[in-house]
Structures are given as C-alpha cells and as structure tokens.
C-alpha cells in the first residue's frame, strides 16, 4: 500500500470497494484482522483502525467471539418526499416484499376521527405490513385510510397490490404529506418481527398524506431500525 493516504485509509477504501461491488455481500464475514494483517504486511492495529472507520460508516458489524461481518445496508430516506416505502427499497438496491400482517375494516374512535374528520364511529381501514428488503425486515407500517376512500378495499392482496397503485388507479391524488420523525423504543411483538433486541431504540414516522381538497386521505405510523434506514431533508 502506498503512503498516498494514511494506510489505515486506504484498507477502508479497499474494504468498502470490496462491499460496494457485492465481492463482499450483506452477511459475510470478511478476512480477521491477522489475516488482513499478513496480505498487506501491516499492522493489525491499522487493520482495526480501518475497520473501526467502516463500523462507525455501518458498513460493517463487529460480532464478539465470531468476527466482523458487512452489515445490512442503510436505506436513505427523505423525509420532506411523498413516496412509498417499496420505492425507498428499491432505489436502495434491495429487492422489496412486504408480509400482510392485518388488512381489516374497524371503526375509527376518537382518535382516528380527529385524524380524517369524520364520526368516531364511522369506518376506516387498517393495513399492517412487515416491509422486507431482500427477505430482511426493513419497516412494520401501520396505515389508515378512510373506508368509503376504496371501494371493497378489503378484497384486494396488499403483498402483490401496491396501495399507490390502488390510489392511482381510483384517481385520488396527493396534494402534500406532513411527516413528523422521533426516535422510540419498541418492544414485543413489534422488536420480534423486525428481529431487533427487547426495547431497541428505532425511528417512528407518522406520516399524514391529504388530497388536492385538503382532506386527509391517509395516516401511516411506521417504525424502522436504527440500523437499517438513515433520515435526511433537504431544505429550500
């Protein structure tokens, strides 16, 4: 390795090169520091440098007792964009599937109702679905609509119906979407299904989508690991 860079810099470039080119894939495991250490004829202490660098990036993952692994790549989100979680894990390079854990009418109560302007005991319509990128939990998302907003919506297969498409299809445009972002921590069911420890810290984004006419045609509470997606807005 050249002096051009600091060495420890240069194995992170490598590394990285080697992970951005699927040569290493999400879950492997790459060479240990010792082994890194005798192709490069450095020191494992540069070794740790470069791969601490990429841990810090979450590029990688340090498992005690077995070794250091890539980790699951990070989806960036923005925030201030009116788009669907399928679309996000697309562009991410990840091949997108969701499991449909609920799809069911329910009456809208007091706090549903202040949400969509209607009667606490008119109805709406929950969809709960675990988002997967390449088979790995990504999202859990629970959506609310207006029940009157689709007509039978009950009858159609959300794993292979996109509910933008459905939107598309019954001519309901979107005029703006107020999303609002904090951290919290979850605990069973919810950390079992996206595979995360009991009380893990993850990103809560309720997000409330209106028509051109101002109503409120949509209301989605979502939870995403920490290690798994990264926010950002773009300001003008």
Do not use: W
Not at 64 to 93: L, N
Not at 115 to 134: M, Q, T, Y
């Amino acid at each position: 390795m050249s002096n051009t860079h600091t060495i420890y810099q240069q194995l992170a470039d490598f590394i990285q090169g080697k992970i951005e080119t699927n040569e290493y894939n999400f879950g492997a495991k790459i060479p240990s520091e010792r082994e890194f250490s005798e192709i490069f004829k450095i020191s494992r202490m540069t070794v740790r440098k470069a791969i601490d660098l990429l841990i810090e990036k979450g590029l990688l993952v340090r498992i005690q007792g077995k070794g250091t692994f890539v980790s699951k790549p990070k989806i960036d989100s923005p925030i201030d964009t009116i788009q669907s979680m399928k679309s996000f894990i697309q562009e991410s390079g990840l091949i997108p599937s969701n499991k449909v854990l609920i799809a069911q009418k329910e009456k809208a109560g007091i706090k549903y109702s202040k949400i969509f302007h209607i009667n606490p005991d008119d109805d709406i319509f929950l969809l709960f679905r675990l988002r997967l990128g390449n088979g790995e939990p990504i999202a859990l998302e629970y959506t609310y609509i207006p029940y009157q907003l689709i007509p039978n919506i009950e009858s159609y297969d959300f794993e292979q119906c996109s509910l933008y498409e459905l939107y598309e299809e019954q001519g309901i445009s979107f005029a703006s979407d107020c999303q609002h972002l904090e951290i919290v921590k979850v605990c069973s069911p919810q950390s079992t299904l996206l595979k995360l420890a009991e009380d893990s810290a993850v990103f809560m984004l309720l997000d409330t989508v209106t028509d051109t006419t101002g109503q409120v045609i949509e209301y989605t509470r979502s939870y995403v690991g920490e290690n798994t997606f990264t926010f950002s807005s773009i300001l003008t």
